[in-house]
């Protein structure tokens, strides 16, 4: 069974998860407002995934025979001053959550909780993961400067992840 030190900061990580969800949601509804469509469409995905995340730990818990406490999700900001300064934000916000994952894993440990470090680990690659594929794009927009035709194109590939 989870032990209630593992079990509550499992909690507050449902609902980091879930906040990025929400973040990232707002994210899309801004690139939908710019007619940026597979930027939006790159971020919703992102959300998806964000809440896939956050049931995780939500199966988690109830698996090891926890409880499962939901808190209120805070709101998210709704303007950008552009498209750098989003995707900024994002790998700003996916750093934050690598470092709260590896707090958690660093907590497993101290409590001799085998089960939470493995199922830690597949959240450590996955973190290694989301920060390389968002610092692709934040690279990729520093390199075009905001110039129309370049965000078209980088709008049109971004328009074609389906998931992961
Ligand atoms: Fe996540
Ligand atoms: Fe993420």
Do not use: C
């Amino acid at each position: 069974m989870i032990n209630k030190p593992m079990q509550d900061a499992m909690n507050e990580q449902i609902n980091k998860e879930m906040f990025s969800s929400y973040l990232y949601l707002s994210m899309a509804a801004y690139f939908e407002d710019k007619n940026l469509r597979g930027f939006a469409n790159w971020m919703r995905i992102q959300a998806d995934e964000e809440r896939e995340h956050a049931m995780k730990f939500y199966d988690f818990i109830l698996e090891r025979g926890g409880h499962v406490q939901l808190k209120a999700v805070e709101a998210p900001k709704t303007e950008w001053g552009s498209n750098l300064e989003v995707v900024e934000e994002v790998a700003a916000h996916e750093a934050m959550v690598t470092a709260s994952i590896n707090d958690l894993y660093e907590l497993a440990m101290k409590e001799k909780d085998y089960p939470s470090q493995i199922m830690l680990q597949w959240f450590i690659t996955e973190q290694v993961e989301e920060e390389s594929s968002v610092a692709q794009i934040v690279a990729d927009l520093k390199l075009i400067e905001e110039r129309g035709t370049a965000v078209l194109m980088l709008d049109k590939q971004l328009g074609k992840r389906t998931s992961g």
